[in-house]
């Protein structure tokens, strides 16, 4: 029951998001920054919200009361242990898990443990920024370079789950050969330049070069294949839904 309401309020997260926010309440000013690609405010903030690593933006962007984790996460009165308890709950979202790592790191503890939890994918195109981000559970997100998005909350599809562990097992392979980002997330990449971001218990880890030199690279190049086939998987079969549910009308 813990995991059901907990998926209900992330997905309900994911919808306000999408547009509602804007009819409540006045964006604050960490919400402007110079890191959105996108000319629609609503996009720029799931695009920011993708890295977990503004724990602000989440807590203005989720209605109260906060419920389990949330209470945890949002509150200045806590002890690492209830961050613990989230990173230790079998139930929790990897994104709530990379919200408390981050904010255990924020409070001096950094987790010798690297789990991988998100591996975004971010090419800049003539028209805008793609992004392809992906959670080690099989959610997903996918924002095209026109701001047009997918977003992906299936965590029971084979063949998703299925390239979703693939792209997991070729990005690990990056992470041991690299180490954290020490400064703050760099500003979004320009066209004609590739980044692969890995959101790791212990930090924030990248590669980024001009996208045919990345897509050459030995080990960058084995993820960003499989980013690209996931991709690919979760356009063609949200295209296939929507055919699907337009004939049914």
Not at 82 to 93: F, P, V
Not at 158 to 170: E, I
Request: aromatic share 12%; with cysteine; proline share 4%.
């Amino acid at each position: 029951m813990k995991k059901i309401i907990v998926y209900i309020l992330l997905t309900i997260f994911t919808i306000i998001t999408m547009g509602l926010f804007g009819l409540f309440k006045k964006t604050p000013d960490f919400e402007h920054s110079s890191n959105d690609p996108y000319n629609d405010k609503a996009t720029n903030l799931i695009y920011n919200l993708l890295f977990c690593d503004n724990l602000g933006l989440f807590k203005y962007n989720t209605t109260q009361p906060w419920l389990y984790p949330f209470d945890i996460l949002f509150s200045d009165k806590f002890i690492m242990a209830d961050l613990q308890r989230i990173i230790d709950d079998s139930n929790s979202d990897p994104r709530l898990k990379l919200l408390a790592y981050n904010k255990q790191m924020a409070n001096g503890y950094k987790s010798t443990k690297k789990e991988l939890l998100g591996v975004i994918v971010e090419i800049g195109l003539d028209k805008g920024l793609d992004v392809l981000a992906s959670y080690n559970n099989g959610s997903a997100r996918y924002i095209n370079q026109t701001g047009k998005m997918i977003i992906w909350e299936t965590t029971n599809d084979k063949m998703a789950n299925d390239l979703t562990m693939d792209l997991f097992l070729k990005s690990q392979n990056v992470v041991k050969q690299i180490g954290p980002w020490d400064k703050p997330r760099k500003t979004y990449p320009k066209k004609g330049i590739a980044r692969i971001t890995f959101l790791v218990s212990d930090g924030l880890y990248f590669g980024e070069a001009p996208t045919k030199i990345l897509f050459n690279d030995p080990l960058a190049g084995q993820a960003l294949l499989a980013a690209k086939n996931l991709m690919n998987y979760l356009t063609e079969k949200t295209l296939e839904t929507k055919v699907k549910n337009s004939d049914q009308r």
